[in-house]
């Protein structure tokens, strides 16, 4: 559930899980909705991002709003008082998910999640981990009963894509249609 008086403003963790391009997509799809953004990547994502596209971290830092150093505990988003719409981890990693799941905060990521279950804001993890043993799907459930929503990467084909773009756009689209953010690119069921 979303806080209709939150600021128009979402804070975007991105992990080091495969599949940065989802955060990196998140970023530019909430900047066209004219959603303020606050960006945390952690130090395994910077090598992702590396591993897995072109982009540059500096090139994140500027299709965000604002970016915070993952070990900027004392940021804005590491507070309660700072509002926001919630939180967006795309991709989520098994470690930052079980950071979150045991209240662990090493880093601004694990910290700002924790901040946004304890204010009861919205908290969505786009875990991308497969397969997946007992332990994870026990954090997941943990996560669940906390209140974060678990929304694993998985593409949906009803939407007939023919790109690598459009699976990744409509995934994307959906993860904010969490936050009752219209994107224009999710082709929804028989729409």
């Given at each position: 559930?979303?806080?209709?008086?939150?600021?128009?403003?979402?804070?975007?963790?991105?992990?080091?899980?495969?599949?940065?391009?989802?955060?990196?997509?998140?970023?530019e799809?909430?900047a066209?909705a004219?959603?303020?953004?606050?960006?945390?990547?952690?130090?395994?994502?910077?090598?992702?991002?590396?591993?897995?596209?072109?982009?540059?971290?500096?090139?994140?830092?500027?299709?965000?709003?604002?970016w915070?150093?993952?070990?900027?505990?004392?940021?804005?988003?590491?507070?309660?008082?700072?509002?926001?719409?919630?939180?967006?981890?795309?991709?989520?990693?098994?470690?930052?998910?079980s950071?979150i799941?045991?209240?662990?905060?090493?880093?601004?990521?694990?910290?700002a999640?924790?901040?946004v279950?304890?204010?009861?804001?919205?908290?969505?993890?786009?875990?991308?981990?497969?397969p997946?043993?007992s332990?994870?799907?026990?954090?997941?459930?943990?996560?669940?009963?906390?209140?974060?929503?678990?929304?694993?990467i998985?593409?949906?084909f009803?939407?007939?894509?023919?790109?690598?773009?459009?699976?990744v756009?409509?995934?994307?689209?959906?993860?904010?249609?969490?936050?009752?953010?219209?994107?224009?690119?999710?082709?929804r069921?028989?729409?």
């Amino acid at each position: 559930m979303t806080n209709e008086h939150a600021p128009r403003r979402l804070v975007v963790g991105i992990t080091g899980a495969s599949g940065v391009i989802y955060g990196i997509r998140a970023l530019e799809l909430l900047a066209e909705a004219g959603i303020e953004t606050h960006l945390v990547v952690s130090k395994a994502a910077e090598l992702t991002i590396a591993y897995e596209t072109e982009y540059k971290i500096a090139d994140l830092r500027e299709k965000a709003s604002h970016w915070y150093a993952v070990g900027d505990i004392g940021a804005a988003i590491s507070s309660g008082s700072f509002r926001t719409m919630g939180m967006l981890i795309v991709p989520c990693s098994v470690r930052s998910m079980s950071e979150i799941a045991t209240g662990i905060t090493s880093s601004l990521v694990s910290r700002a999640a924790d901040v946004v279950l304890k204010e009861r804001r919205r908290l969505v993890l786009g875990v991308r981990e497969t397969p997946l043993h007992s332990g994870h799907l026990r954090t997941m459930l943990q996560l669940s009963d906390m209140g974060a929503v678990i929304a694993p990467i998985v593409p949906a084909f009803y939407a007939r894509p023919t790109s690598l773009d459009d699976i990744v756009n409509h995934t994307v689209g959906r993860l904010l249609d969490l936050f009752d953010i219209e994107t224009d690119v999710v082709k929804r069921w028989k729409e």
